[in-house]
């Protein structure tokens, strides 16, 4: 895996949060060797089904949202943004759509300090990375 460093922070956007994947590690290491065998498409197909569920589940299950992130990154270690835009709670998957990118480091590093700080603007973050008009 290839962190994107901050410091000694590796970053993930999910949505508009920003997680340190670099805390103490998500995913235990029996689930990580269980998590091995599941491919990249497997996990967008997870991401999907878990945001029809639950679209704000970057904010209302940041731990389950950072394991995500965590298996995201790990599967596409170039990969530092995923949004998972569903359009209502309990939405056919189907109808989620899913985008990925890699942020260069500083912006990642900018967006984690403004949320530090309290200053967290979902709307400045969904315009900025995702180009969308409303988060």
Not at 99 to 111: N, R, S
Request: charged fraction near 25%.
């Amino acid at each position: 895996m290839t962190p994107v460093m901050v410091g000694v922070l590796m970053l993930f956007l999910l949505n508009d949060v920003v997680f340190d994947l670099d805390e103490a590690s998500p995913v235990t290491p029996a689930d990580a060797r269980r998590f091995e065998k599941l491919g990249f498409d497997y996990l967008l197909e997870l991401g999907c089904e878990l945001f029809a569920e639950d679209p704000l589940l970057h904010r209302n299950d940041p731990a389950r949202a950072r394991r995500l992130a965590w298996l995201i990154h790990d599967r596409g270690p170039d990969i530092t943004a995923a949004l998972f835009a569903a359009p209502a709670a309990g939405c056919d998957p189907a109808l989620v759509e899913p985008q990925f990118c890699a942020l260069p480091d500083e912006v990642l590093g900018q967006l984690h300090d403004r949320a530090r700080r309290g200053k967290p603007d979902a709307v400045a973050v969904d315009r900025a990375v995702w180009g969308r008009l409303a988060a």
